[in-house]
C-alpha cells in the first residue's frame, strides 16, 4: 500500500485528478477514496512540513524509524485493554461503528516512499484522533475534526472539506457548528501537541484522560456530543 499502488502524475494530471477529486467528493462525501487523492495532490508542501517536524522530534523520528500500519494485526490487542485506556476507547470508537482500521485507501500519488508513509500515517491515524476529541463521525464532527487537522497540517483538503461541509449543513446545523464546533476546534488545535509526532500504538495502555492533559487536548464540548453519531 506504501511502494506498490503509486502512480507517478506530472502537474497536469495532478491538477486534473485534485479537480475531479473536489467535484466528486463535493458530490459524495462518503467517496473516502477521492477525498484521499484530493489531499495527496493537494498537500505534498504541507506533507514536506510534516516530515520536517517529525523528523526533528523523537517520537516522530521513531516512527518514520519503524513505519508502523494501524491495522488489524497491529491493533488488534486495543479491544482486550481495560475500560480506563486510550486503548480500549479506541476501540470502542472503531465496534460501536463497526469501522475496521484495514479500511484505509492507498497512498497512490507521492513521490516518495517517505512523503508516501507520512500520507498514510496521517490517514491511518484519524480515529485515534476522533477518539481522543471526542468527536462523533457525522458531518459536522468529521468538518470539526478538519479544522483541527488543518491547524495541524495545513492540508489544502481539510479547508476544502469544511467549506464543503458547512455547505450541506442545514441553518441549524451551520448555526451550531459556527457557535461551538468551530470555535471549540481552532483552540483544540491551537493548544494541542504536534498530533503527527506522537506514536499512539505505545500509549494504548495509558489511562485515556492521563494521555489527553499530556498532549493538551480538549474534548468535544457536550453541546456536540448531543448530535452524536
Not at 520536517?52 to 488489524?72: H, T
Not at 498514510?120 to 478538519?146: C, I, Q, Y
Amino acid at each position: 500500500m506504501i511502494r506498490g499502488a503509486r502512480v507517478r502524475l506530472n502537474r497536469w494530471q495532478q491538477a486534473a485528478v485534485a479537480v475531479g477529486s473536489a467535484v466528486g467528493a463535493l458530490l459524495d462525501p462518503r467517496r473516502a477514496d477521492l477525498i484521499a487523492a484530493l489531499g495527496e495532490t493537494t498537500g505534498k508542501p504541507a506533507f514536506e512540513r510534516v516530515l520536517r517536524r517529525m523528523k526533528s522530534s523523537p517520537e516522530g523520528r521513531a516512527i518514520l524509524l519503524e513505519q508502523p500500519r494501524v491495522i488489524s494485526a497491529n491493533v488488534g490487542h486495543a479491544w482486550d485493554l481495560p475500560a480506563n485506556t486510550f486503548g480500549a476507547a479506541y476501540a470502542k470508537f472503531m465496534g460501536s461503528r463497526n469501522f475496521s482500521p484495514d479500511d484505509r485507501p492507498p497512498v497512490r500519488f507521492m513521490e516518495t516512499d517517505e512523503l508516501a508513509y507520512v500520507a498514510m500515517r496521517a490517514r491511518e491515524v484519524h480515529d485515534f484522533w476522533h477518539t481522543l476529541f471526542g468527536l462523533p463521525t457525522n458531518l459536522m464532527g468529521e468538518s470539526a475534526l478538519k479544522v483541527i487537522e488543518f491547524q495541524q497540517m495545513y492540508l489544502p483538503m481539510c479547508l476544502m472539506s469544511v467549506v464543503g461541509g458547512s455547505v450541506r449543513f442545514n441553518e441549524k446545523q451551520r448555526k451550531l457548528f459556527f457557535q461551538h464546533y468551530f470555535p471549540w476546534a481552532i483552540r483544540a488545535g491551537m493548544q494541542c501537541t504536534d498530533l503527527m509526532c506522537i506514536y499512539y500504538e505505545k500509549h494504548f495502555h495509558e489511562d485515556l484522560e492521563d494521555v489527553r492533559r499530556k498532549w493538551g487536548i480538549t474534548p468535544a464540548p457536550s453541546v456536540a456530543k448531543q448530535t452524536q453519531a
